[in-house]
């Protein structure tokens, strides 16, 4: 798990907070369960690593996505303004 855990927490909130759909919020229960069972067996700690591997994705996958939206969005706006100031000359 390591440092999937940095990411559960962005993955609990874009889950259960943001944009929010079925999938979501049964993947956001099963992860907030497995997380209260392994923290009071040690042993269920093996039931929380699968649901640490979806979490954690869907944090990353939403970070990512947003990122590199931004991303293309500034290389259109610098494309556009080269292709204005062309036209200008």
């Known amino acids: 798990m ?3 855990v940095i990411f559960l ?3 609990y909130y874009f889950c259960l907070i ?5 999938g979501k919020l049964f993947i ?3 992860g907030v369960l497995a997380t209260y069972f392994s923290c009071v067996m040690i042993r269920l700690m093996l ?3 699968p649901v640490v591997c979806i979490i954690a994705a869907i944090g990353l996958n939403e ?3 947003k990122a590199g939206s931004s991303i293309r969005e ?3 706006y610098v494309s556009w303004d080269v292709t204005d100031m062309k036209e200008k000359e």
């Open 28 to 30: 956001g229960i099963y």
């Open 63 to 65: 970070v990512l996505e």
């Open 47 to 49: 039931t929380l690593a």
């Open 9 to 11: 927490p962005m993955g």
């Open 18 to 22: 943001e944009d929010v759909t079925y």
């Open 2 to 4: 390591g440092y999937l």
């Open 74 to 76: 500034s290389i259109i």
